[in-house]
């Protein structure tokens, strides 16, 4: 359940993204569950795309006041390059628990091996390693 004060909002982020189905699909689901948010479509071109999932460095960071956010707030960025942004370091600072994009990213991941080589692997502290290895 959200905060009566969140407003969720995620996106599909690539090219072309305008025949995907997720935004109508995502956006019943929020009206559904009567969570205040929107999915959105990010288009991006080829070109750009590995520079925008590299964690969008040297972007400023989101100018976004957190001074309302309960303390009990979980808050999660879905960037994980690098592990923590500067949206992630804000709240840890005023004692929130935060999350980066990197269990995404594994979960993603492990369901896309599954798919393509039949195993479901496990995300082991040795995983992990290797992955923090490459920050």
Partial sequence: MSHPNAFALAGILGWPVAQSRSPVIQNFWLQQHGIAGRYVMLPVRAAQLERALRGFAGKPPLDLSLARLPGQTIVADLIYTPPETPFLAAARERGNLTVNGLGLL?????????????VRPDITPALLRAVAATF
């Fill in 106 to 118: 594994l979960n993603q991941v492990r369901l896309a091996f599954e798919a393509w080589f039949g």
